[in-house]
């Protein structure tokens, strides 16, 4: 069961960084950009569920419709792969491949909860998703609050971009971008 849910952590974190990609370099001749950086994802404790904790360095080639994710540690060993294209997004281990009709379908089953995928290459360019509705924080703070998420861009003229959920239980994204977009 506890390799099972590494898996599953895996997984969604793998898709996660993918979306949460950090640092633009030059576009590619095809329209995708090529993203890099370092992330982490830290889901609270809930009846049934322990704290999880994710930290991985991430090259993500591609948009958040099609695209492939590279996550490996911190000493640079491959950890997994996420493929994703319309339909069907794929998780790529030394376990094998599992195959998901979307990127939320994979991060609902990775977390217990849908992660906002779709919306990170945005965030991570420090303005909202355009397919849902937003709001900026208060007057003192930097960012935006969008799909239940608290954006926070304070920070993000040094490459830090942090996103955080509160209900229906906390989940905490950072990214350390290696370059602003």
Do not use: H
């Amino acid at each position: 069961m506890a390799a099972l849910l590494k898996r599953a952590l895996d997984s969604c974190l793998l898709l996660a960084s993918l979306a949460i990609a950090g640092c633009a370099t030059p576009p590619r001749s095809d329209g995708g950009e090529v993203l890099s950086g370092r992330l982490s994802i830290q889901v609270e404790a809930t009846p049934g569920r322990t704290e999880q904790r994710f930290t991985a360095a991430f090259d993500l080639t591609g948009t958040a419709e099609q695209g492939r994710l590279q996550l490996s540690s911190p000493l640079g060993v491959a950890m997994a792969s996420a493929q994703w294209d319309a339909g069907e997004a794929r998780l790529i281990t030394p376990d094998g491949e599992r195959r998901f009709p979307d990127l939320d379908s994979l991060s609902r089953e990775a977390l217990g909860e849908s992660l906002p995928l779709r919306a990170l290459p945005d965030w991570l360019n420090a303005r909202p998703w355009p397919a849902a509705p937003s709001r900026p924080l208060p007057a003192n703070a930097s960012g935006f609050e969008q799909l239940d998420w608290q954006v926070d861009l304070s920070r993000y003229d040094q490459g830090w971009v942090r996103a955080e959920r509160r209900q229906p239980s906390s989940v905490v994204l950072r990214v350390r971008l290696d370059a602003k977009p």
